[in-house]
């Protein structure tokens, strides 16, 4: 391979782990998991806490326990095996009693909180997510009890695009928006979604297995071609929120990101009506101080 498409494959796959965007917009020097902004996110990182406590527990007490016997009973100082405590079987039983304990004990909050995150009762919105080689379709099929007419298909952004081709010359590093790094991370049209609303996903796909991921939103979820895998989403802060498919898919795998723009919810419904959408009936749009909240398809 020629030393000039070397360097810019390289620089590409530099500027794509170097992005504050590429771990779920991680903070410098952050050695702990995201909290996330939604309910399943932070079940998530409650349930990783938990664990990660009760493991250091273990490891206190087995690691003490390791360090004081090594140092108390050396053969230098004249100890010698203890038969009566090595063959207890009184020991045995306890020593096997009480981890079996921990696992039932750690299993219940998990299995707690996994039926939770599959629970799609009371959603207020219904989108359909599509896997394609090598891009996402969008269907969002109702709001509020409002049958809705929204479908299209995100892409990966142009400059990404232009980028990614073998000799364009172009470097990665200089794909920003907003002063961040987001090539191979950004998309012509973004998924857009109302906050403080339980959003219901119909995930599946059209050619080969995908996975539909946004780490901020605390879950994954796999695109499969003719089943439909369900998954829900109740995004509470605003922003916009970066995934990318998770499955190996094919040549283009790592150049189908996901982009999730949260808006309030007045704002939605706005860039609803925008687009060709329904509003439930008797709602009105919301406005601000300088009028409804505008958000246009290009815009977003």
Not at 119 to 127: A, K, S
Request: proline fraction near 6%.
């Amino acid at each position: 391979m020629h030393p000039t498409r070397i360097r810019s494959r390289l620089a590409a796959a530099i500027a794509a782990l170097a992005s504050p965007v590429a771990l779920a917009n991680p903070e410098r020097w952050q050695l702990n998991l995201s909290p996330g902004v939604t309910a399943s996110s932070q079940a998530a990182y409650e349930m990783h806490m938990i664990m990660l406590w009760i493991c250091v527990a273990i490891g206190v007490v087995v690691f003490g326990a390791m360090t004081y016997a090594m140092i108390r009973f050396r053969k230098s100082k004249g100890a010698v095996p203890d038969t009566s405590f090595t063959h207890s079987t009184r020991i045995e039983v306890i020593w096997t009693t009480i981890p079996v304990l921990i696992l039932v004990a750690m299993a219940w909050p998990a299995t707690t909180r996994l039926l939770a995150l599959a629970d799609t009762r009371d959603y207020e919105m219904t989108v359909k997510i599509t896997g394609y080689q090598w891009r996402w379709r969008y269907e969002i099929v109702d709001y509020r009890g409002q049958a809705q007419d929204i479908n299209f298909v995100s892409s990966l952004d142009l400059d990404s695009n232009r980028t990614r081709m073998l000799g364009s010359g172009l470097d990665p590093r200089a794909v920003q928006r907003d002063g961040v790094n987001t090539y191979l991370l950004d998309v012509d049209r973004p998924l857009v979604l109302p906050t403080d609303t339980k959003v219901r996903f119909l995930i599946t796909a059209n050619d080969v297995i995908h996975a539909w991921w946004v780490p901020a939103l605390g879950w994954k979820q796999d695109a499969i071609p003719g089943f439909i895998n369900t998954a829900w989403t109740d995004i509470r802060k605003p922003g916009i929120y970066r995934g990318q498919c998770a499955e190996l898919c094919g040549k283009d795998h790592g150049f189908m990101p996901i982009v999730v723009r949260a808006v309030p919810r007045a704002e939605f419904e706005q860039w609803l009506a925008d687009n060709g959408g329904t509003l439930p009936p008797g709602d009105l749009l919301a406005t601000t101080a300088d009028g409804p909240a505008a958000a246009s398809a290009g815009s977003l």
